[in-house]
Protein backbone atom coordinates (compact mmCIF):
# COMPACT_ATOMS: atom_id res chain seq x y z
CA UNK A 1 0.00 0.00 0.00
CA UNK A 2 1.51 3.40 -0.71
CA UNK A 3 1.61 5.46 1.27
CA UNK A 4 1.09 9.81 1.03
CA UNK A 5 3.82 12.24 2.36
CA UNK A 6 3.16 15.36 4.59
CA UNK A 7 3.61 17.71 1.72
CA UNK A 8 0.87 15.56 -0.37
CA UNK A 9 -1.63 15.64 2.48
CA UNK A 10 -1.45 18.89 2.74
CA UNK A 11 -1.85 19.99 -0.76
CA UNK A 12 -5.09 18.11 -0.80
CA UNK A 13 -6.36 19.86 2.26
CA UNK A 14 -6.28 23.28 -0.12
CA UNK A 15 -7.49 21.54 -2.50
CA UNK A 16 -10.85 20.94 -0.59
CA UNK A 17 -10.38 24.69 0.90
CA UNK A 18 -10.45 26.41 -1.94
CA UNK A 19 -14.16 26.81 -3.29
CA UNK A 20 -16.33 28.79 -1.48
CA UNK A 21 -18.29 26.00 0.41
CA UNK A 22 -15.41 24.63 1.31
CA UNK A 23 -13.85 27.76 2.93
CA UNK A 24 -17.25 28.53 4.90
CA UNK A 25 -16.91 24.98 6.28
CA UNK A 26 -13.40 25.39 7.16
CA UNK A 27 -14.80 28.23 8.99
CA UNK A 28 -17.53 26.51 10.62
CA UNK A 29 -15.35 23.53 11.64
CA UNK A 30 -12.50 26.57 13.47
CA UNK A 31 -15.40 27.77 15.43
CA UNK A 32 -17.20 25.20 16.08
CA UNK A 33 -14.02 22.62 17.39
CA UNK A 34 -12.46 25.60 19.56
CA UNK A 35 -12.74 25.33 22.81
CA UNK A 36 -14.84 28.69 23.56
CA UNK A 37 -15.81 31.76 21.76
CA UNK A 38 -13.18 33.27 19.14
CA UNK A 39 -12.33 36.36 18.48
CA UNK A 40 -11.58 38.02 14.75
CA UNK A 41 -8.11 38.01 15.07
CA UNK A 42 -8.12 34.52 16.44
CA UNK A 43 -9.65 32.87 13.22
CA UNK A 44 -7.47 35.91 11.22
CA UNK A 45 -4.49 34.02 12.68
CA UNK A 46 -5.98 30.71 11.89
CA UNK A 47 -7.28 31.13 8.21
CA UNK A 48 -5.28 31.18 5.27
CA UNK A 49 -8.29 34.52 4.34
CA UNK A 50 -7.29 38.02 3.24
CA UNK A 51 -8.85 39.85 6.14
CA UNK A 52 -11.35 41.53 4.13
CA UNK A 53 -12.88 38.02 2.93
CA UNK A 54 -12.83 36.58 6.00
CA UNK A 55 -14.67 39.36 7.44
CA UNK A 56 -17.32 38.60 4.32
CA UNK A 57 -17.60 35.40 5.44
CA UNK A 58 -18.00 35.40 8.69
CA UNK A 59 -21.05 38.24 8.09
CA UNK A 60 -22.51 35.58 5.83
CA UNK A 61 -22.36 32.79 8.30
CA UNK A 62 -24.27 35.14 11.17
CA UNK A 63 -26.63 36.19 8.65
CA UNK A 64 -27.55 32.80 8.23
CA UNK A 65 -27.80 32.24 12.08
CA UNK A 66 -24.75 29.59 11.71
CA UNK A 67 -22.27 31.61 13.82
CA UNK A 68 -23.27 34.58 16.19
CA UNK A 69 -21.37 37.27 18.10
CA UNK A 70 -21.44 37.66 21.48
CA UNK A 71 -20.96 41.01 23.37
CA UNK A 72 -17.47 40.93 23.59
CA UNK A 73 -17.85 40.66 19.52
CA UNK A 74 -16.58 37.35 19.72
CA UNK A 75 -18.45 34.29 17.40
CA UNK A 76 -19.54 30.79 18.33
CA UNK A 77 -22.17 28.40 16.81
CA UNK A 78 -25.29 29.55 16.00
CA UNK A 79 -28.84 27.87 16.93
CA UNK A 80 -29.34 27.48 13.62
CA UNK A 81 -26.39 25.04 13.36
CA UNK A 82 -27.69 23.49 16.70
CA UNK A 83 -31.36 23.15 15.88
CA UNK A 84 -30.20 21.04 12.44
CA UNK A 85 -27.80 19.28 14.41
CA UNK A 86 -30.45 18.03 16.88
CA UNK A 87 -32.97 17.40 13.71
CA UNK A 88 -30.18 15.40 12.17
CA UNK A 89 -29.83 13.20 15.00
CA UNK A 90 -33.22 12.71 16.32
CA UNK A 91 -34.16 11.47 12.63
CA UNK A 92 -31.58 9.21 12.24
CA UNK A 93 -32.59 6.18 11.14
CA UNK A 94 -29.80 4.07 11.84
CA UNK A 95 -29.03 5.62 15.09
CA UNK A 96 -32.65 4.70 16.05
CA UNK A 97 -32.02 1.16 14.80
CA UNK A 98 -28.96 0.63 17.11
CA UNK A 99 -30.24 2.14 20.16
CA UNK A 100 -31.85 -0.64 21.40
CA UNK A 101 -28.67 -2.99 20.54
CA UNK A 102 -26.86 -0.22 22.54
CA UNK A 103 -28.99 -0.83 25.20
CA UNK A 104 -29.07 -4.08 26.00
CA UNK A 105 -24.97 -4.14 25.69
CA UNK A 106 -24.75 -1.74 27.94
CA UNK A 107 -26.74 -3.69 30.67
CA UNK A 108 -24.81 -6.69 30.10
CA UNK A 109 -21.18 -4.84 30.49
CA UNK A 110 -21.91 -2.11 32.89
CA UNK A 111 -19.41 0.39 31.41
CA UNK A 112 -20.06 3.04 28.54
CA UNK A 113 -21.50 1.84 24.89
CA UNK A 114 -20.67 4.33 21.76
CA UNK A 115 -21.69 4.14 18.09
CA UNK A 116 -19.72 5.95 15.62
CA UNK A 117 -19.46 6.56 11.74
CA UNK A 118 -16.72 7.22 9.85
CA UNK A 119 -16.55 10.62 8.25
CA UNK A 120 -13.20 11.06 6.55
CA UNK A 121 -10.10 10.13 8.93
CA UNK A 122 -12.70 11.25 11.85
CA UNK A 123 -15.27 9.19 13.76
CA UNK A 124 -18.56 10.97 14.57
CA UNK A 125 -20.33 10.11 18.11
CA UNK A 126 -23.97 8.98 16.84
CA UNK A 127 -24.79 7.88 20.17
CA UNK A 128 -23.78 7.07 24.01
CA UNK A 129 -25.29 5.05 26.75
CA UNK A 130 -23.31 6.18 29.84
CA UNK A 131 -22.36 3.03 32.24
CA UNK A 132 -23.69 2.33 35.46
CA UNK A 133 -20.47 4.24 37.00
CA UNK A 134 -20.59 7.06 34.88
CA UNK A 135 -16.78 8.05 33.63
CA UNK A 136 -15.67 11.54 32.30
CA UNK A 137 -14.13 11.54 28.74
CA UNK A 138 -14.07 13.04 25.84
CA UNK A 139 -16.67 11.51 24.10
CA UNK A 140 -19.64 13.00 23.47
CA UNK A 141 -22.79 12.49 21.01
CA UNK A 142 -21.65 15.03 18.06
CA UNK A 143 -17.92 15.22 19.28
CA UNK A 144 -15.18 13.82 16.98
CA UNK A 145 -12.25 11.83 17.13
CA UNK A 146 -9.54 10.34 14.74
CA UNK A 147 -9.96 7.29 12.99
CA UNK A 148 -6.68 6.12 13.69
CA UNK A 149 -6.69 5.85 17.96
CA UNK A 150 -10.12 4.73 18.91
CA UNK A 151 -11.24 1.48 18.99
CA UNK A 152 -14.55 2.52 17.07
CA UNK A 153 -12.53 4.39 14.37
CA UNK A 154 -10.31 1.47 13.77
CA UNK A 155 -12.97 -1.11 13.79
CA UNK A 156 -14.77 1.17 11.16
CA UNK A 157 -11.95 1.40 8.93
CA UNK A 158 -10.82 -2.08 9.12
CA UNK A 159 -14.24 -2.73 6.72
CA UNK A 160 -12.92 -0.61 3.99
CA UNK A 161 -10.62 -2.13 0.91
CA UNK A 162 -7.00 -2.14 0.83
CA UNK A 163 -7.56 0.93 -2.10
CA UNK A 164 -10.26 3.04 0.29
CA UNK A 165 -8.26 2.32 3.35
CA UNK A 166 -5.05 3.86 1.78
CA UNK A 167 -7.17 7.00 0.88
CA UNK A 168 -8.42 7.48 4.10
CA UNK A 169 -4.87 6.94 5.87
CA UNK A 170 -3.31 9.29 3.14
CA UNK A 171 -5.03 12.25 4.82
CA UNK A 172 -3.97 11.08 8.43
CA UNK A 173 -1.75 12.95 10.93
CA UNK A 174 -0.08 11.22 13.67
CA UNK A 175 -0.84 13.56 16.32
CA UNK A 176 0.12 11.40 19.87
CA UNK A 177 -2.12 12.20 22.20
CA UNK A 178 -1.03 9.73 24.93
CA UNK A 179 2.56 7.83 25.03
CA UNK A 180 0.06 4.28 23.46
CA UNK A 181 -1.00 6.48 20.09
CA UNK A 182 0.25 4.86 16.68
CA UNK A 183 2.33 7.23 15.44
CA UNK A 184 2.85 6.24 11.60
CA UNK A 185 0.30 4.41 9.06
CA UNK A 186 2.63 1.83 9.17
CA UNK A 187 1.80 1.00 12.98
CA UNK A 188 -1.86 1.58 11.97
CA UNK A 189 -2.06 -1.22 8.99
CA UNK A 190 0.00 -3.88 10.99
CA UNK A 191 -3.20 -2.74 13.71
CA UNK A 192 -5.91 -3.18 11.09
CA UNK A 193 -4.48 -6.66 9.15
CA UNK A 194 -4.72 -7.76 12.92
CA UNK A 195 -8.47 -6.38 12.98
CA UNK A 196 -9.47 -8.00 10.31
CA UNK A 197 -8.27 -11.55 11.37
CA UNK A 198 -9.65 -11.41 14.68
CA UNK A 199 -13.19 -9.12 14.47
CA UNK A 200 -12.55 -6.30 16.41
CA UNK A 201 -10.52 -3.71 17.36
CA UNK A 202 -8.79 -2.83 20.76
CA UNK A 203 -8.04 0.96 22.06
CA UNK A 204 -5.50 0.64 24.88
CA UNK A 205 -5.16 4.31 26.14
CA UNK A 206 -4.39 5.89 22.42
CA UNK A 207 -6.99 8.69 22.56
CA UNK A 208 -7.13 9.27 26.38
CA UNK A 209 -5.13 8.33 29.44
CA UNK A 210 -7.03 5.71 31.48
CA UNK A 211 -9.21 4.87 28.52
CA UNK A 212 -9.90 1.26 27.38
CA UNK A 213 -12.55 -0.49 24.88
CA UNK A 214 -13.21 -3.20 22.05
CA UNK A 215 -14.75 -2.03 19.42
CA UNK A 216 -16.62 -3.87 16.45
CA UNK A 217 -17.42 -3.02 12.80
CA UNK A 218 -20.82 -2.30 11.49
CA UNK A 219 -20.81 -1.84 7.53
CA UNK A 220 -24.18 -1.15 6.02
CA UNK A 221 -25.30 -0.74 2.23
CA UNK A 222 -21.90 -1.71 0.92
CA UNK A 223 -19.44 0.57 2.23
CA UNK A 224 -21.84 3.36 2.03
CA UNK A 225 -22.00 3.46 5.55
CA UNK A 226 -18.97 2.77 7.93
CA UNK A 227 -19.32 2.84 11.61
CA UNK A 228 -18.67 0.68 14.67
CA UNK A 229 -19.56 0.09 18.14
CA UNK A 230 -17.61 0.20 21.02
CA UNK A 231 -17.70 -0.89 25.47
CA UNK A 232 -15.74 1.39 27.17
CA UNK A 233 -14.28 2.19 30.48
CA UNK A 234 -11.48 3.23 32.84
CA UNK A 235 -8.16 1.18 32.28
CA UNK A 236 -8.30 0.02 36.20
CA UNK A 237 -11.67 -1.11 35.98
CA UNK A 238 -11.62 -2.56 32.11
CA UNK A 239 -8.87 -4.73 32.34
CA UNK A 240 -7.43 -6.41 29.06
CA UNK A 241 -9.19 -9.78 30.11
CA UNK A 242 -12.76 -7.83 30.59
CA UNK A 243 -12.26 -6.67 27.16
CA UNK A 244 -11.18 -9.82 25.45
CA UNK A 245 -14.24 -11.42 27.05
CA UNK A 246 -16.34 -8.70 26.10
CA UNK A 247 -15.50 -9.26 22.32
CA UNK A 248 -18.17 -11.90 21.53
CA UNK A 249 -20.84 -9.40 22.94
CA UNK A 250 -19.58 -6.23 20.80
CA UNK A 251 -19.18 -7.85 17.88
CA UNK A 252 -22.52 -9.81 17.89
CA UNK A 253 -24.15 -6.57 18.64
CA UNK A 254 -22.76 -4.97 15.67
CA UNK A 255 -24.07 -8.21 13.63
CA UNK A 256 -27.38 -7.51 15.32
CA UNK A 257 -27.42 -3.96 14.20
CA UNK A 258 -26.45 -4.39 10.50
CA UNK A 259 -28.81 -7.46 10.36
CA UNK A 260 -31.72 -4.76 11.26
CA UNK A 261 -30.44 -2.16 9.08
CA UNK A 262 -30.61 -4.81 6.01
CA UNK A 263 -33.92 -5.42 7.06
CA UNK A 264 -35.25 -1.75 6.83
CA UNK A 265 -33.26 -1.20 4.39
CA UNK A 266 -34.54 -3.61 2.00
CA UNK A 267 -37.19 -3.23 -0.81
CA UNK A 268 -40.72 -3.11 0.33
CA UNK A 269 -43.37 -5.69 -0.87
Not at 66 to 76: A, I, K, N, S, W
Not at 130 to 137: A, I, N
Request: charged share 30%; proline share 3%; aromatic share 4%.
Amino acid sequence: MELSSDSEKADRRRERETGTLGKLVALLDLVALAEGPMRFTDILSLSDQPRGTLHRQLSHLVEEGLLEVDRDGRYLIGIRLLKLASRSWARNEFRAVAEPHLRRLQEVTGETVHLGVLRGSEVIYLDKVEGRQSVRMYSQIGNASPAYCTGVGKAALSALDDAKLAERIADLEFRPYTEHTLRSAAELLADIRDIRVRGYAFDREEHESGICCVAAPICSDGDHMLAGVSVTGPAYRVTSGKLQDWAPLVVATADSIMTDMRNRMGPKR
